[in-house]
């Protein structure tokens, strides 16, 4: 497996098992453009490849050929996929058979395809001319080449090329015809084009589409040329993700709304570009692109939002948002993370250039390396000290381990051995791998830090400004004495709060909330679940029923205790797998009282039984004190503390449970849910403890925020009128 990347480079092929290739590309083509406009470079002739069908075309014996030369393992298989001829039948019933090409769905298509066209290119090469080749440099993703050849080469060059093409059956397509899609155009300052007069022969006019030095291109998606181009391509993008959004928030249902414009129709839609030029992107495109998600995000949620609870919103979810980072916030972070990982892989590429052009190595990574520190050094501006200094320590960190493993890929290695010390864990093997996997998912998803090691720089960085904007909030909320709010983001930024239920959509998963709950539990999340001024609760007509929904949560009693049995009813389903026999409500432990300590006896967690006592508290009730949770832990043990002998003298053990109505969980909770998993996962021997743990941890989640929202849902005013319309609606 290590060797296979190791023979793609040598035949300068990327889209082979090189993660993050596509967008080194891009950096690497960039700085080369951008020197020779500049003058820093020789001019050269810019061609872009583009093969017709090649993945169909490719003959059968030179796949087997390459194959058999350079992945023996797959030769077999090939072989056997090849004993006899394919037959597609087409949409009108007609039927052909087919002895050639690579199937571009199959698993090993790309291999096959990537391998074919890097032996002829290599034995070809090898039989041209040394002055042929000594100007070119081509580097290929799969079938899309990117070259810089000097330009009195270029027409030879480029027959040399096509040659090589058509020893295993592709082509460029036919001269002069539709099919052609491959471009070139002569890089090079404005007063030296004239130099070049005459470098697109007939032969490169027929066979390739020229284009004006200053013309717009794209290459791997990614855009080159003039600035404008950058800009309506970003502007393009924009206008396609708007009809996205439009169409998403026509769904009617809050949740699956939410859920599918932070995984599709978020900064996601723009990240690409961001990686390759975020420190390019116009603040005012950027700005269009969060104003509009803004928007649609006020629609799903039934309204407008402060601008604290939209800036809380953009902040990541661990710190209480919902995980819509801005565009603005974003661009740089993606950019600076991308530059890094990407620069190994650029030095092999700037070494290509080198070898073939004889400029100078050290020249062309300090242009690179200019562009990526001056977009450092804007991002950590916006940064305190403190922070911008971890930052960067971290982020060299980062460049060290990216190098590490990519020598370890040029050398063939699967793991490289640390040498610098610095970026090793316990074992001596590299914390990381150089860029995140595709499909790594949702960073901002409860079980994202347990998808594999990778190197997850732009989290990082974004984990930073996250923590930045948190600050921000907080410190304008303590200045304006909203100290509700600042409770409130304390307690959704505590490590042990989960966050699953913004994601749950199937009861098939556990416990959803319908969508009346699920959009008044956000607003509750974002402060901004009451009305809009201040009005009489409905409920208990003496208190103000604020906007954040805080007196809710301290007034609504009947809701409260619906919530406190749907919690209990999580954790009894869960207890139960161990201890069939455990019970709710247990009357009579405390002879000569009324008490029931015991939300749940039961013997799952020990040789003793436990009294289960579930308690769900606000950080704004009246004796909340410092830790709401551990405020309820001593008052209900001081309940209780008469008893406890009593209960001790029956081998029952009085245990506590409390979560503050935000979701965190008190020490004790935490403590008890995980012995708990730990059993059900031994006993019943199918999933991990962790994976139990989420799982219960995420259903009682659940359960807080449907009351949290019904909460909210008593104390309006006219909420008898809305009952009796829904009635009548049903």
Not at 194 to 203: C, L, V
Not at 639 to 654: A, P
Request: net charge negative; charged share 20%.
């Amino acid at each position: 497996r290590g060797q296979l990347p190791q023979k793609c480079l040598s035949m300068h092929q990327w889209g082979i098992g090189l993660l993050g290739a596509v967008e080194a590309l891009s950096h690497w083509r960039g700085v080369i453009e951008e020197m020779i406009f500049a003058g820093d470079l020789e001019p050269m002739v810019a061609a872009d490849l583009d093969l017709v069908n090649m993945f169909g075309n490719v003959e059968w014996p030179s796949i087997r050929s390459a194959v058999n030369h350079h992945f023996k393992e797959a030769l077999a298989w090939t072989s056997w996929h090849h004993l006899q001829a394919s037959t597609t039948v087409l949409p009108s019933g007609a039927e052909f058979c087919n002895d050639r090409g690579a199937e571009q769905g199959d698993v090993l298509g790309s291999i096959q395809s990537a391998l074919t066209l890097g032996e002829a290119r290599s034995h070809h090469f090898a039989s041209s001319s040394d002055r042929v080749q000594s100007g070119a440099c081509d580097e290929w993703y799969i079938d899309d080449g990117q070259a810089f050849v000097r330009p009195h080469l270029f027409d030879a060059w480029l027959r040399s090329v096509d040659a090589a093409f058509r020893t295993f059956g592709a082509t460029r397509g036919d001269p002069c015809s539709d099919d052609i899609k491959s471009t070139c155009r002569l890089i090079c300052p404005v007063n030296r084009r004239a130099e070049f007069a005459g470098w697109s022969t007939e032969y490169v006019r027929s066979t390739t589409k020229v284009l004006d030095s200053d013309d717009p291109t794209t290459a791997l998606g990614a855009p080159f040329g003039p600035r404008s181009n950058l800009d309506d391509t970003v502007s393009s993008c924009f206008d396609k993700v708007a009809t996205l959004r439009e169409a998403i928030v026509d769904i009617d249902h809050s949740p699956t709304e939410l859920v599918l414009t932070r995984q599709c129709a978020d900064v996601s839609k723009l990240i690409y570009h961001m990686r390759i030029n975020g420190d390019r992107i116009e603040s005012g495109s950027l700005s269009r692109f969060d104003n509009n998600l803004r928007a649609a995000v006020e629609i799903t949620l039934g309204g407008d939002l402060p601008d604290t609870s939209w800036l809380q919103a953009t902040t990541g979810v661990t710190f209480g948002g919902l995980g819509f980072r801005s565009a603005g916030s974003t661009a740089l972070a993606a950019f600076i993370a991308r530059r890094i990982t990407s620069r190994p892989l650029v030095c092999t590429m700037a070494q290509h250039y080198v070898d073939a052009t004889g400029e100078h190595f050290d020249k062309i990574m300090r242009a690179y390396d200019a562009r990526t520190e001056d977009a450092l050094v804007t991002l950590v501006g916006s940064l305190s000290p403190d922070v911008g200094v971890d930052i960067v320590e971290k982020l060299a960190d980062a460049g060290d381990q990216a190098a590490l493993c990519w020598q370890a890929i040029v050398d063939g290695e699967e793991e490289p051995l640390d040498v610098s010390g610095r970026a090793a864990d316990g074992r001596g093997y590299p914390r990381a791998a150089i860029t995140p996997a595709d499909g790594e998912g949702d960073a901002e998803h409860p079980t994202a830090a347990s998808m594999g090691k990778i190197l997850r720089l732009q989290f990082l960085i974004t984990s930073a400004l996250d923590a930045s904007s948190r600050d921000q909030l907080r410190k304008h909320h303590e200045d304006t004495g909203n100290y509700t709010a600042v409770r409130r983001i304390e307690e959704l930024s505590h490590k042990e709060v989960h966050h699953g239920w913004l994601w749950h959509l199937s009861k098939h998963h556990g416990p959803v909330l319908s969508n009346e709950e699920f959009l008044e539990a956000v607003r509750v999340r974002l402060g901004c679940a009451g009305p809009t001024e201040p009005v009489p609760c409905a409920r208990c007509g003496e208190c103000l029923f604020d906007s954040a929904g805080s007196h809710a949560a301290c007034c609504a009693i009947a809701e409260s205790t619906r919530g406190h049995y749907g919690v209990v009813k999580q954790l009894l389903s869960r207890v139960q797998q161990c201890d069939p026999s455990a019970e709710t409500e247990v009357a009579g432990l405390i002879p000569g009282t009324n008490l029931r300590p015991a939300d749940i006896l039961t013997q799952a967690f020990g040789n003793c039984l436990s009294a289960i006592d579930v308690g769900i508290t606000s950080p704004d009730s009246r004796y909340a004190g410092l830790d709401c949770t551990q405020s309820m832990v001593d008052r209900k043990l001081e309940h209780y503390g008469q008893h406890l002998d009593v209960l001790e003298r029956q081998n029952i053990e009085y245990t506590p449970l409390v979560w503050s109505s935000y979701g965190r969980p008190h020490a004790r909770a935490v403590s008890v849910l995980r012995t708990l998993s730990k059993k059900i996962s031994r006993r019943r021997g199918t999933v991990t403890a962790q994976a139990v743990y989420h799982s219960l941890h995420a259903a009682i989640s659940t359960e807080i925020w449907r009351r949290a929202a019904k909460q909210v849902f008593h104390c309006w005013p006219g909420r008898a009128i809305d009952e009796t319309l829904a009635d009548s609606a049903a």
